[in-house]
């Protein structure tokens, strides 16, 4: 294929990378896109790190030998933050747009100082996230708040399934700090899941916070990388979704049904 036709691939754990692919289809709406979702290895906070790094590296052997995509987006933090470097080296002739937490946007804008990042417990936990906070966010008191539960809520809740104003309440609040009436006033989304509830998060908020999800700065950073093809359009009903399961129940067939996604 010509790199007009080859696709763009945004790989996440689950649906979460779906906030960064409605995104990246709109900066990039000549492009055909490919989803893959490892739901087989979901979720990602549960696994040594050598043996997810592992995983990834060989996912991506397939991945890219059955749809040789013309850029790969990694549209998971922790995927991210743990396999990015591996990946770049496994696959060299292959750019990679990783996830990060957005933390220097976040200390760009905070007024009070205070900042949090939610993520899951092993991106915050990560020498990654915490070189961020020591190149661009010194300056500021930044809370890492890792909750092992709302990723799998994110996915409950986006399916239309019930998911508890109580238990939601109780992953969040942590992320809000106040010390001597300096509040948390950004809490950096650092799960691509996340902004799926987070309309949720804003309802359960002791107050109000600006809730930085980075899915646009993703797709801003694709569409960079990538030349604008001329008077090109192509159909989204083109676009594929895989599941690393084979295995998609009929929720999340409808769910990536509803983003012009065909299940292959």
């Known amino acids: 294929m010509s ?31 490919v989803y893959v979702a490892d739901d087989a290895g979901f979720p990602y906070g549960g696994w040594a790190e050598d043996a ?47 996830t990060v937490p957005a933390i220097k946007p976040a200390a760009e804008r905070t007024r009070s100082g205070q900042v949090s990042v939610l993520a899951t417990p ?8 915490r070189d961020l906070i020591q190149s661009f966010a010194s300056q500021c ?9 709302l990723a799998r809520m994110a996915e409950a809740y986006v399916r239309g399934l019930p998911v508890s104003d109580e238990a939601v309440a ?17 809490v950096v989304l650092g799960c691509t899941h996340y902004p799926f509830i987070a309309n949720v998060f804003r309802r359960l908020a002791p107050w109000p916070v600006d809730w930085l999800d ?9 569409r960079s990388l990538l030349p604008r093809l001329a008077d090109a359009l192509h159909p989204a009903e083109d ?3 895989r599941l690393t399961s084979g295995q998609p129940d009929f929720a999340t067939r409808r769910l990536m049904n509803s983003f012009g996604l065909k299940v292959a």
Do not use: K, W
């Open 122 to 129: 092993g991106t915050v936990q990560r020498d990654y996230t």
């Open 141 to 149: 008191h930044v809370n890492l708040v890792g909750s092992p539960r």
């Open 170 to 186: 109780a992953e969040i609040a942590p992320c809000f700090v106040d010390v001597g009436g300096a509040r948390t006033d950004i």
């Open 52 to 98: 997810l790094r592992d995983r990834i590296v060989r996912l991506f052997a397939d991945l890219l030998r059955d749809h040789d995509p013309v850029l790969c987006i990694i549209a998971c933090n922790t995927a991210f933050t743990l396999a990015g470097t591996a990946l770049r080296a496994a696959y060299p002739d292959m750019p990679f747009v990783g």
């Open 214 to 222: 980075p899915a646009e700065a993703i797709a801003r950073r694709a």
């Open 239 to 241: 676009d594929t979704a």
């Open 3 to 33: 790199s007009e036709d080859q696709p763009v691939l945004v790989f996440d754990s689950g649906i979460g990378g779906l906030t960064v692919l409605r995104e990246a289809r709109l900066l990039m709406p000549e492009r055909r896109f």
